[in-house]
């Protein structure tokens, strides 16, 4: 499950599986489909991610 945390009065969305966090919830929701089949990042996924 994608995450929700708040960063500086911020909304973002994390994925659980790499721990990437992201502005859209889409991105993020890629992420973790991604990270769930692959075992892996997508590199085109994570530098999209505004948080480790
Ligand atoms: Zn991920």
Redesign the pocket.
């Known amino acids: 499950m994608v995450q929700e945390q708040y960063r500086k009065g911020k909304k973002y969305y994390f ?1 659980e ?4 966090g992201y502005q859209e919830s889409n991105t993020a929701h890629e ?2 489909d ?2 769930g089949k692959n075992n892996k ?1 997508s590199r085109d ?2 530098s999209n991610a505004l948080f480790r």
Do not use: L, W
């Open positions: 994925c599986k790499c721990g990437f992420c973790e991604y990270c990042c996924i994570t």
